[in-house]
């Protein structure tokens, strides 16, 4: 069965400071891989998405970048964090064309102060 | 463009009274539509989804939908509810395109009391 992992739990970084999250899915081939954020009252934003390795896309500019370094890996990463980066970062995964839902990691709480 | 509305922030009610968390969506092409639960500090949880055919989608902890095409409303029902159903919703919409974007509500708190 397919699985998504997530890293880490929560966060606690330095205004100014780098960031990496990672994301890997096992028990599938090529999925398409997405980043979103959930502020609070706010719902879930879509950062991210990629089809395929090396392909981003950006739905929103921001202080975040996103890489895809193999099939199963999705990296959402930062070179200096702000306050307004805050929040709660989860990845999820969905099949190919033929698929219907996503499914989600756990998510990672990342507080910046 | 899609869009997802969750036309109530909040709903409190009573343990075994009913509930139903309403959502409307904006597209202009064919769509699924989704139901998905998340417990504090957690990644969220597929209820049910509306692909095509039964517009009366039965999902898991006894939840149900309705698709209603003309009103663009897929509304999340459930009989009677427990504590352990409180939780946010999200309402998502998505497509059959090759990216396979979910576009997400802003969610709805459901509150069940004593």
């Known amino acids: 069965s397919q699985t998504i992992h997530q890293w880490p739990a929560t966060l606690v970084q330095p205004v100014g400071s780098p960031l990496s999250l990672e994301c890997t899915v096992e028990?599938?081939?090529?999925?398409?891989l997405y980043w979103y954020r959930q502020a609070a009252g706010r719902g879930l934003q879509l950062l991210f998405y990629?089809?395929?390795?090396?392909?981003i896309s950006s739905e929103v500019p921001q202080n975040l970048s996103a890489s895809r370094p193999q099939d199963r890996q999705f990296i959402l990463s930062s070179k200096k964090l702000l306050l307004s980066d805050s929040g709660f970062y989860l990845c999820?995964?969905?099949?190919?064309?033929?698929?219907?839902?996503?499914?989600f990691g756990q998510g990672t709480r990342l507080t910046v102060v | 463009a899609q869009s997802v509305t969750q036309l109530d922030s909040q709903v409190p009610v009573f343990e075994e009274a009913p509930v139903e968390l309403r959502c409307n969506y904006s597209s202009s092409v064919s769509v699924y539509l989704f139901w998905y639960v998340q417990y504090p500090n957690q990644g969220l949880q597929l209820l049910l989804k509306?692909?095509?055919?039964?517009?009366l989608v039965k999902g898991i902890n006894g939840f149900e939908a309705e698709f209603n095409k003309s009103q663009t409303s897929f509304h999340l029902r459930k009989p009677s509810v427990h504590i352990s159903d409180t939780a946010e919703y999200f309402c998502?919409?998505?497509?059959?395109?090759?990216?396979?974007?979910?576009?997400f509500g802003q969610g709805t708190t459901l509150q069940v009391k004593p």
């Open positions: 509306y692909l095509s055919g039964s517009t």
């Open positions: 998502a919409v998505g497509s059959s395109s090759n990216t396979g974007k979910l576009i």
């Open positions: 990629s089809v395929g390795i090396g392909q």
């Open positions: 028990g599938t081939s090529n999925p398409n």
């Open positions: 999820a995964w969905r099949g190919g064309q033929a698929a219907t839902e996503a499914f």
